[in-house]
Structure formats: structure tokens, C-alpha cells
């Protein structure tokens, strides 16, 4: 092995020093630049002797009153070593890609570590780009967002699923029974639509589900009310602060609607057109106050709709259909 001398081995540091994929800013006490490794130079924009033995604050004045500037402080005048991650500071250097001058400044992690040489204090400032991180962070973070949102909607008909409505029953419950508030809900039937499948196919049923459910969903206005696909050709509504009788009207008002889209029917339907059976159920604190006892109200309100010949709206306690 060749030996190295002094003057070499330093040199060699130097030339680490700027090859390292970090930036690294060496400070005197008096916050004096006296090392800008490589890495700062495209970054910042700055040649290393243009800012050397120039104050940092005076190179990049918006570090004055920052987390950047406390940690300065404390390492050159206590020897206190500080890391900064990035979620606590995002970018306080005005740092940006390499050659974009106006881009996006890069994420930084910055850590502050005092040093001393003899009786003279010194502190390195090392800044590591993290934006990869943050971009892969927040890539995650959509995605599960839009997993969570899309695990709440019906893949067919776009309006909230079974599992959502169980989760809005349960919470708007809760709630009337806290604040003794009402709650209505109506469990919907598209009345024959076996005959619709069987006339028209299955797709073509597809498609009329999504269209009776865009309907129901556009005539709910409150945005607390929550439209649902409760299960095949079924559907639900939850409307808090609605009593039966308002609930009743409600129902009427999509049933109407919905008939009133004249959609065509099979030969073999009850009517000639689309419709839907309802049945309204509320909460009731002394006979309605769970979720169960509420549906199987709602539902059995439905089956006299149907029993009473379709294309109409029942609410619980109505003189049963003959
Ligand atoms: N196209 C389509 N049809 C569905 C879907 N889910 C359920 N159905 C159909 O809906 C029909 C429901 O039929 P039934 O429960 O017998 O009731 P109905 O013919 O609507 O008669 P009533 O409810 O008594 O008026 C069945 O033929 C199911 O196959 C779906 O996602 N798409």
C-alpha cells in the first residue's frame, strides 16, 4: 500500500465530502460558512466561494426565528445536537431539484451537530433530501383514502353500499338517542323486476338500477340523509331528523318521481312502468330504538306495499292492507 500523506488524506476528504449525497454546511461560532460541500451548489443555486465566510443568515435570511436557527444556536453555544425530520419542518432551506430554478423546493430531514476544533466551537448542518418519502408517503395515503371511499360505495350504481348504510344507521341512531332526536328510515323494492330482467336481460336491469338509484339519490337534499343499495334490487334511505310523517312524504315524493321517469316495464310487471314499493319505519324510544327492531318495522311496512299492490308507500302502524 502506497502511505498517504497529511495533505492528501484531507484532500481526499474534501472530495468525499462533495461527492456525498447529502449537503453539508460547516459554521464557525459566529455562524460563518466555512465549509458548502458539492451537493449544495446546484441545490441552492450557490457557489461554495461565494458563500464562504459569509453569515448563513445573511445567505438565506428566512432561516431567522426557524426550528433551523434554534438548532444553530444551541449547538454552538451549549453543544446540543438536534435532528429535524421533515414533518416538523418541511423545507426550511430554499432548496430546490437540480437546474429548476422555480420547481418545488426539495423535502429536508436537517440534522445539527456541534464539533469543536481546539478551543474554537463549530456546528454541521447536514440536509437530506426526503422528498422521495414524502411523495411515496403521500402517494399511500391517496391510495388508502381511495380504498376507503371506494370500500363505501356500490361498484354498480355509485351510491353508498350495504356497509355504509349499516355503519349511518347505527351512528344516526346513537345519535337520536342521545340528543332525542328522530330518525326515519324507508326501505325501497323496485316492484316486479324479476319480469324486468327476464323481459329486458340483465344488463338492461343493470341499468335501470342505477337510474332508479341516481334518482332516489338526487331527491334526498339534506346532506346528512344517506342513500344506500341495500342489497339486489333493494334500497335504503336514512333520514335523521325526520318523524314518520315527514318520513311519509318523503317516500311519496321519490316514489312519484321515479314512476314519473315513465321507464318501460315488461308485459308481465304489475305496472307499465317502473315503480318502487316503501316501507317507513321511525325511531321510536319506547318500541323502535335499535337498529334491528327499526329495519324489521321498515320492512314490514314494505311487504304490505307490495301486498297492497305495489307502486305505493306504507309507514309502520298504517291499518294493514287488506
Ligand atoms: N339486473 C340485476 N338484477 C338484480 C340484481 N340484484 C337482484 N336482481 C334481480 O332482482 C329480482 C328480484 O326479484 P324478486 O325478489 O322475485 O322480486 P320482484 O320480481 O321485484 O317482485 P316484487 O318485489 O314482489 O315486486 C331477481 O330477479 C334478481 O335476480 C342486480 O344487481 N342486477
Known amino acids: 500500500m502506497i502511505p498517504i500523506d497529511a495533505d492528501t488524506a484531507t484532500d481526499l476528504s474534501m472530495r468525499a465530502l462533495n461527492l456525498v449525497n447529502s449537503g453539508i454546511i460547516v459554521l464557525d461560532a459566529h455562524h460563518n460558512i466555512v465549509l458548502w460541500n458539492g451537493w449544495m451548489v446546484p441545490r441552492s443555486a450557490r457557489a461554495a466561494a461565494r458563500v464562504r465566510e459569509r453569515s448563513l443568515f445573511e445567505v438565506f435570511p428566512e432561516l431567522r426565528g426557524s426550528r433551523v436557527e434554534a438548532a ?13 425530520p421533515q414533518t416538523e419542518s418541511r423545507a426550511p432551506f430554499p432548496l430546490r431539484e437540480a ?27 447536514e440536509i437530506r433530501d426526503v422528498s422521495g418519502t414524502v411523495e411515496r408517503e403521500k402517494r399511500l395515503l391517496d391510495h388508502a383514502e381511495s380504498l376507503r371511499a371506494r370500500s363505501y360505495v356500490d361498484g354498480l350504481t355509485g351510491i353508498a353500499n350495504r356497509r355504509y348504510f349499516d355503519v349511518a344507521l347505527d351512528r344516526e341512531l346513537r345519535r337520536a338517542q342521545r340528543a332525542k332526536g328522530e330518525l326515519s328510515l324507508l326501505l325501497i323494492d323496485i316492484d316486479s323486476f324479476k319480469a324486468y330482467n327476464d323481459h329486458f336481460g340483465h344488463q338492461q336491469g343493470d341499468t335501470c338500477l342505477t337510474t332508479v338509484a ?9 346532506p346528512a340523509d344517506v342513500a344506500a343499495r341495500y342489497g339486489g334490487e333493494e334500497f335504503a334511505a336514512v333520514l335523521p331528523d325526520t318523524s314518520l310523517e315527514q318520513a311519509r312524504l318523503h317516500a311519496n315524493a321519490i316514489r312519484e318521481h321515479v314512476a314519473a321517469l315513465a321507464l318501460p316495464h315488461a308485459p308481465a310487471a304489475h305496472w ?49 292492507a287488506a
Open 214 to 222: 341516481q334518482a332516489l339519490a338526487a331527491k334526498l337534499k339534506r
Open 272 to 320: 307499465p312502468m317502473v315503480t318502487l314499493s316503501i316501507g317507513v319505519a321511525s325511531f321510536d324510544r319506547a318500541r323502535l330504538r335499535e337498529v334491528p327492531a327499526l329495519i324489521e318495522a321498515a320492512d314490514k311496512a314494505l311487504y304490505a306495499a307490495k301486498r297492497g299492490g305495489r307502486n305505493r308507500v306504507v309507514v309502520d302502524g298504517d291499518t294493514p
Open 72 to 84: 444553530i444556536l444551541g449547538a454552538l453555544a451549549d453543544g446540543t445536537s438536534t435532528a429535524i
Open 99 to 125: 437546474g429548476s430554478f422555480d420547481g418545488p423546493r426539495i423535502e429536508q430531514a436537517i440534522t445539527v451537530t456541534p464539533f469543536r476544533d481546539g478551543e474554537q466551537r463549530f456546528c454541521m448542518i
